[in-house]
């Protein structure tokens, strides 16, 4: 069971009392998910919200024909199935296991007992959603009108300020997800992805090593994007 110095950690917990969070840890339980399972389907019924302690998980749109979008990737510390408990209607999305997966469920009256008792947790959710929806409106943007070197060279611009780490080559991101995965990110095949990463390197943009790319030249990234 994770233990009070994990939820300590958890943004959306920060304004807890000890007492808070023992009843917390009285109140869900932890779950394990391995590698590429599905946590729940599009369209199911949500009971349960969820807190990823350990691994990573995406959140995706799935066609009949095997094709998937997906939305976000989660990490540990952040939350999901949040709207379903919200608005009552089937879940939005579908959750699948990236990696080895565990997580902490706290199931609906629970949940929004918590919520009437804590106001700023409401707060921190609230502000969640808004990040998530400046976001989805930022993807939407990508989709309808940049090609897809622009959206490879967006989502990497992304990544570069959420977790680029500068070095003597350049700024380096570590590349959790496949090709196949980009692309899904941004509405490219894995194919499509591939051939512009090449292109990109041949021009002196990025390298692509083994799981990260360095990119050498952000402002000529920039000028990609359209
Ligand atoms: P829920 O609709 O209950 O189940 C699917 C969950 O995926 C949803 O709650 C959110 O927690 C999460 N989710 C849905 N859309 C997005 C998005 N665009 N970005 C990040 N998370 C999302």
Redo the contacts with the bound molecule.
């Keep these: 069971m994770e233990g009070k110095d994990f939820l300590k950690k958890v943004p959306l917990f920060s304004g807890l009392s000890e007492e808070d969070l023992d009843r917390l840890i009285t109140i869900s339980r932890e779950k394990f998910y391995p590698k590429d399972s599905v946590i729940?389907h599009?369209e199911e019924a949500?009971n349960f919200f969820f807190l990823i302690c350990s691994g990573r998980v995406k959140?995706i749109i799935e066609t009949e024909d095997g094709k998937e979008a997906i939305?976000?990737i989660?990490y540990p510390t952040e939350?999901?199935?949040?709207?379903?408990?919200l608005d009552g209607?089937?879940?939005?999305?579908?959750?699948v296991a990236l990696e080895d997966t565990r997580v902490l469920i706290i199931q609906r009256d629970e949940f929004l007992n918590l919520l009437s008792k804590h106001p700023e947790m409401s707060l921190k959710i609230l502000k969640t959603l808004s990040l998530?929806l400046r976001?989805?409106n930022k993807?939407i943007e990508t989709l309808m009108f940049f090609d897809a070197p622009g959206r490879i060279a967006r989502i990497l611009l992304d990544i570069v300020l959420d977790k680029g780490v500068k070095t003597e080559k350049g700024i380096a991101v570590d590349l959790d997800f496949t090709r196949q995965e980009l692309g899904s990110l941004i509405g490219v095949s894995r194919e499509t992805a591939t051939r512009v990463l090449k292109n990109f390197e041949e021009e002196g943009i990025i390298t692509v090593e083994k799981n990260h790319i360095i990119v050498h030249n952000l402002e000529k990234l920039k000028k990609r994007i359209y």
């Design positions: 729940f599009r949500g959140v939305l976000s989660l939350f999901f199935g949040e709207m379903s408990l209607e089937p879940r939005s999305a579908s959750i998530r976001k989805a993807q």
